[in-house]
């Protein structure tokens, strides 16, 4: 299948699934992941369209951003350690994986005058080897960073349970639109963004009310 045809697909499957949750199309925003893809394959989607990008590995995005257009929005969705903040700081427009007040804290003193927008990882399946703060203490923790000098904490993202069993998923997502829905009462600015949803489960998680899929197989094939 060509990307163009794996393209139409995922938005036809994406626009069904907002539908039946009630939403329009787009409200659901497309996050193409090139993890392991070279610049050439996230240049032919951006020719097809796509303008935000999700990238998991530092080192792999910072060779790439300066090879593609300027204006691609630039997503970090990979695990996080601290002593790789520095490199992260000016150079992602949304970063989705803080997933400890810890993290939050280091990310904080770094940034001078810049800031970063951020989302909160919650592990919403308890797997212990997934990371994330546990739902009980995520709207206090999102409180906490919210305020953190420099950090704009935009939203909620969670990685689906490790299962084909879709009620397990679906139970998920759903605890975690539970915990949005609260914190988007605490009026924290610009806090809008639900990031739910991957390859093997997006439909699923836009039904429980996801705005952001991450998306890569679907879209581009099996990573190199």
Do not use: C
């Amino acid at each position: 299948m060509s990307f163009a045809q794996s393209l139409s697909e995922t938005r036809g499957r994406i626009a069904e699934a907002a539908v039946r949750s009630g939403r329009i199309p787009d409200a659901v925003t497309l996050l193409a992941v090139t993890k392991t893809f070279p610049p050439s394959t996230i240049q032919e989607a951006y020719d097809y369209g796509l303008r935000i990008f999700g990238e998991n590995r530092i080192q792999e995005s910072l060779d790439k951003i300066p090879q593609l257009p300027s204006d691609i929005h630039w997503h970090l969705i990979g695990q996080i350690q601290t002593n790789k903040i520095n490199k992260i700081v000016g150079k992602f427009d949304l970063v989705h994986s803080v997933h400890s007040f810890e993290l939050a804290q280091a990310f904080s003193k770094r940034l001078g005058f810049n800031q970063q927008d951020v989302l909160l990882e919650v592990n919403t399946s308890g797997e212990a080897t997934k990371s994330g703060v546990e739902p009980d203490s995520t709207i206090q923790v999102a409180r906490q960073i919210s305020a953190l000098p420099g950090l704009r904490l935009r939203g909620f993202m969670t990685v689906g349970p490790l299962t084909a069993d879709k009620y397990k998923q679906k139970e998920a997502f759903k605890v975690l639109k539970g915990l949005f829905d609260k914190t988007v009462k605490i009026f924290i600015p610009g806090f809008e963004i639900l990031s739910m949803g991957m390859s093997n489960d997006f439909e699923l998680a836009i039904e429980e009310g996801s705005t952001l899929v991450r998306i890569g197989s679907a879209l581009f094939g099996n990573r190199h």
